[in-house]
């Protein structure tokens, strides 16, 4: 698909202005809305959020398999929760890595009988330790800064 110069400084000077969404190699490009007459100085308009919403998946091993690695991205402001059944007194290491070195995680204990979780460690890059009780461990991904695509690493021996 072939725009003209003219053509493509419009639609740069409008995207500033409004929501454009134009299919450009299989991507879109997205823009804050504001109203046409919104004075850009005192604008109370507020951003269109595209995000995403926070998700829970469940990380399982390979028959025979102590580790697994999960590559995936989050956005920020939200979590990717992974559950993982671990038995008290096993080891459990963690690990992640993202390009921009934004990704962090915590690792939170097994709900206790009033479904409270409780964190033994947060906001790290790496962690190890000996499990306190037998369940589901939740480890909660989020970002420090932006969006983050990772490959997060986690064994149990």
Do not use: C
């Amino acid at each position: 698909m072939s725009i003209d110069f003219s053509l493509k400084k419009a639609l740069s000077a409008l995207s500033i202005l409004s929501l454009v969404s134009l299919p450009l190699a299989g991507t879109a490009i997205a823009a804050n809305r504001l109203s046409p007459a919104a004075n850009l100085s005192e604008s109370k308009a507020q951003p269109t959020l595209l995000a995403q919403q926070s998700r829970t998946q469940t990380i399982k091993f390979k028959p025979g398999a102590t580790s697994a690695i999960v590559k995936n991205s989050v956005v920020r402001g939200t979590r990717d929760n992974y559950l993982l059944g671990a038995r008290k007194g096993q080891v459990m290491t963690v690990k992640i890595n993202s390009l921009e070195k934004n990704a962090v995680f915590d690792v939170n204990t097994p709900p206790n009988p009033k479904g409270q979780r409780y964190a033994l460690k947060q906001g790290v890059v790496s962690w190890s330790g000996t499990l306190p009780a037998s369940g589901n461990y939740e480890i909660s991904v989020g970002t420090t800064r932006g969006n983050a695509s990772y490959n997060l690493q986690v064994s149990i021996k």
